[in-house]
């Protein structure tokens, strides 16, 4: 699955780790998400969303 956690992540100067920590997974989850080598639930799409201030259409939508 392809999103835009890494660069919003990154755009806020946040780490893994701390935003792993905000939404209660461990830092390789948030790698793995990132690289698209994991499908997070709805439940931490929607916490991810929240902790970086973004909706789930930003991070998670892909338009073509």
């Given at each position: 699955?392809?999103?835009?956690?890494?660069?919003?992540?990154?755009?806020?100067?946040?780490?893994?780790?701390?935003?792993?920590?905000?939404?209660?997974?461990?830092?390789?989850?948030?790698?793995?998400?990132?690289?698209?080598e994991?499908?997070?639930?709805?439940?931490?799409?929607?916490?991810?969303?929240?902790?970086?201030?973004?909706?789930?259409?930003?991070?998670?939508?892909?338009?073509?």
């Amino acid at each position: 699955m392809k999103n835009k956690v890494k660069f919003t992540r990154m755009e806020q100067k946040m780490t893994q780790e701390q935003l792993a920590r905000q939404v209660r997974v461990t830092r390789q989850t948030i790698g793995l998400i990132e690289k698209g080598e994991y499908n997070p639930t709805l439940q931490l799409c929607i916490a991810i969303a929240k902790a970086l201030g973004k909706t789930l259409d930003d991070l998670f939508w892909e338009v073509r």
